[in-house]
Each structure stands twice: as structure tokens, then as C-alpha cells.
């Protein structure tokens, strides 16, 4: 992803959480994942770990029904081996998506593997700032919101020039090197409940966010030059596309199997 776009975006984050003006329009979930070698002049920086971050502005909503009171997301990374011979797993996920992965091999119905909360209040997901905006221009809502999400992925040798650093990249990146950010918005519809089985209450409020699921499992091996390999898997999906691909018995089994390959797992029936 551009930086200039990447640094934009998370100041006016930070400007607006500063300033208590973020609002439950939207979630941020981003993850950056480094092992190996990482030299950057923007801010000057370099690196030679195993490094992981994570971060989840999300809201939390008062009167939400039942035990959950956030929208589900999911973050997870996997490493066996060393620098030379690394096997990494990472999944990226929200929404349906992650409740359906987080359940393991089998997932339950669609009923069971609700993502959505209910509330018995409407909520206003709107800022501060863009309250006041649609009040000077008479609206009371939004019809469409864009979606971000995007991935960035190098495994090996990575030199980037932006012309500030002479003949010497202003990036270098050697090794495994991952950077995963979504920006997805709240919905608010009314009628829902917090038993699958019985009816939608009409005085009640749903609040979902759009399903996602980004995934990588990448193996490399340095032996005989005969014998030698590299396995480099991804997938990126959103919506009722992420669902269903998580829901598929035998993908959701190997992608739980490359999360927790130490654990016995239940198979499906």
C-alpha cells in the first residue's frame, strides 16, 4: 500500500481519537509483520527480529444484548523454523469470517456463528464531525461508506528508491515482511435478537460489519539444491465470498490445522 497514503490515513485516526471524535461508523484493525532485515528512512528505522504488531480501534456499544458488546476480528501468526527455513501462517479476518474461523475444523450453522450485536437502543455510529456536516447539508444518515482493505507481502529481497537517498534505496527489506490494514464501516438495521432461534423484535437495533479474510501460509526449505522448495499460498476475500470459503469443511480444517499445529482438533463428523 502507498505510504504517503498509509501515513494519512493513520494521523487522521489518531487525530480524531485524540480529539474524541472518532466516533462507531468504522473499525481500523491493522498488523505489520517483520523477520528478518528491515531498513527504513521514514522514519529512520532498521530492524533484524522476529517483530509483530497489531492494532484494533473498534467501538464498544452500551446497550448491546446478550455477552458481546464489540464486532469480532482476528488476528493470528504463525512461525516454525528459522530465518533460512520458515514456515508462516497468518490470518486476517472480521466479521462472519472471523467468528467462522475462530470456531475451528466444524463450524456451526449459520444461525450459531451469529457476528452481529444487538442492541436495545438506536446508536448514532456517526462523529462528531460528520453529525455537524449532514446537519448543515440536511441529511441524517449515509447510504454507501467505502471500504478499505488492503494487503502487503515480500518474502526475500525488497529495495525500494523514492530519489531522497542518492544511489542507496530508502527501503531494504531482506526476509518475510507483511503489512495487512482494514478500514471497514458499521452497519446499523432494526430488528434483530439475541436468540437465533426466535424471531427478529422490531424495537431492537442490529449492528454488523462487513465480512473479510485475508491468508497466508508460505514454507520454504534450504537443502540439496535437488530437494530444495518453496510452497507460497494467499488468498484474499470479502463479504458473503469470505463466509462461504471459511465455511467449506476441508478449508476451514487446514487453516485452523496451520493455526494450532501442535493441538488435536476435532474433525467434522
Not at 446537519?135 to 531522497?164: H, I, M, N, Q
Not at 462461504?244 to 478449508?251: C, I, K, L, Q, S
Request: aromatic share 10%; glycine share 6%; charged share 20%.
Amino acid at each position: 500500500m502507498n505510504r504517503k497514503i498509509m501515513q494519512s490515513l493513520l494521523l487522521a485516526v489518531g487525530f480524531l481519537v485524540s480529539t474524541g471524535c472518532a466516533g462507531y461508523d468504522r473499525i481500523l484493525f491493522v498488523t505489520k509483520t517483520n523477520m528478518g532485515l528491515d531498513i527504513d528512512d521514514k522514519p529512520p528505522t532498521a530492524e533484524l527480529t522476529i517483530a509483530r504488531r497489531e492494532l484494533a480501534i473498534t467501538p464498544t456499544f452500551e446497550d448491546a444484548q446478550g455477552d458481546e458488546n464489540t464486532l469480532p476480528l482476528l488476528a493470528s501468526f504463525g512461525l516454525n523454523g528459522f530465518f533460512l527455513d520458515p514456515e508462516i501462517t497468518s490470518r486476517f479476518a472480521g466479521g462472519e469470517a472471523a467468528v467462522l474461523l475462530a470456531q475451528g475444523p466444524a463450524p456451526q450453522s449459520p444461525a450459531v456463528s451469529e457476528s452481529s450485536l444487538c442492541l436495545s437502543k438506536e446508536p448514532d455510529t456517526r462523529p462528531l464531525w460528520k453529525k455537524m456536516w449532514h446537519s448543515l447539508v440536511g441529511r441524517s444518515k449515509e447510504d454507501t461508506r467505502p471500504f478499505y482493505f488492503a494487503t502487503d507481502t515480500s518474502f526475500g529481497l525488497k529495495a525500494a528508491w523514492d530519489g531522497t537517498t542518492g544511489p542507496y534505496p530508502s527501503t531494504l527489506k531482506l526476509g518475510y515482511n507483511r503489512k495487512e490494514l482494514a478500514f471497514p464501516p458499521v452497519f446499523v438495521t432494526k430488528g434483530c435478537s439475541v436468540d437465533p432461534a426466535a424471531p427478529p423484535n422490531p424495537d431492537y437495533w442490529k449492528v454488523t460489519v462487513p465480512s473479510f479474510l485475508a491468508s497466508l501460509d508460505n514454507s520454504s526449505a534450504l537443502k540439496e539444491w535437488s530437494a530444495s522448495g518453496t510452497t507460497y499460498i494467499q488468498f484474499f476475500a470479502t463479504g458473503r465470498a469470505a463466509s462461504e470459503f471459511v465455511r467449506r469443511p476441508e478449508v476451514n480444517s487446514a487453516l485452523n490445522k496451520a493455526m494450532y499445529p501442535h493441538s488435536d482438533l476435532p474433525s467434522n463428523p
